[in-house]
């Protein structure tokens, strides 16, 4: 009993060592997106995503990054990767839809906006619920 007790408790320390290591990936990340530092901003938002790929946010930072340095087809994979993983993020349909436009794929640009549109107004109507 003592040694299941030991690897949980060893278990949900080394979770929250994890989850602490991605916040601060994540901090320092906006920090040097803030910065300007673009190229410095993916690495780190690079190693939060291999740290857990499945977290939406990773994807969508990253891509700003990228778009912020005119990388438009990374930015566009990793947009598209938040929204595969949280098909209803507001956001990434939004940064998404501003590259379609930079790309003059506006068809595909007013898409995406009217979808940032639609999940922005679901999250606002749950406040009222």
Sequence with gaps: MKKILFLTTGLMISLLT????ADNLLE???ALITQE?????????TQAIEN???QAVYFLKRGIAYAKNEQFQQAYEDFTKAIKLNN???EAYKL????F???DMYQDAINDLDMAIKYAFDDSLR???
């Design 127 to 129: 406040l009222f619920s």
């Design 96 to 99: 998404r839809a501003m590259v």
């Design 101 to 103: 436009a930079t790309s």
């Design 28 to 30: 320092n990340g906006n």
């Design 88 to 90: 209803n993020y507001a």
């Design 37 to 45: 530092k673009y190229k410095e901003a993916i690495k780190i938002f």
């Design 52 to 54: 857990d790929d499945r």
């Design 18 to 21: 994890l989850a602490q290591k």
